[in-house]
């Protein structure tokens, strides 16, 4: 059992940048892997970034070279920080806590922060 609040979400103007946080009600060192995850109205929930507690991150095609994720394990926090924003990424963001790293029984999710990216 893992329980996860995002925060940091809003409106903001194309190119801009916002930084959302995502805190563990446990320990995220004992987590194989935190990520984050995206849907828009009418799409499928899309994987943004994943990290795993080795440190080893993935992004989608989508948001590389965009979109930055870290943690700090002291604080149970997961980070991604989003620049250059598009319209395209507008959705509601989910954390995603990927506890064994296999068995999908065990992945727990956050209740989403929604990013709007508008002029």
């Known amino acids: 059992q893992v329980q996860l609040v995002e925060s940091g979400g809003g409106l903001v103007q194309p190119g801009g940048s916002l930084r959302l946080s995502c805190a563990a009600s446990?320990?995220?060192?004992?987590?194989?892997?935190m990520g984050w995850y995206r849907q828009a109205p009418g799409k499928q929930r899309e994987l943004v970034a994943t990290?795993?507690?080795?440190?080893?991150?993935n992004y989608a095609d989508s948001v590389k070279g965009r979109f930055t994720i870290s943690r700090d394990n002291a604080k149970n926090t997961v980070y991604l920080q989003m620049g250059s924003l598009k319209p395209e990424d507008t959705a509601v963001y989910y954390c995603?806590?990927?506890?064994?790293?296999?068995?999908?029984?065990?992945?727990?999710w956050g209740q989403g922060t929604q990013v709007t990216v508008s002029s």
């Open positions: 446990r320990s995220i060192f004992s987590i194989y892997a």
């Open positions: 990290i795993t507690r080795g440190g080893v991150t």
């Open positions: 995603n806590a990927d506890v064994t790293g296999w068995n999908t029984d065990y992945d727990y």
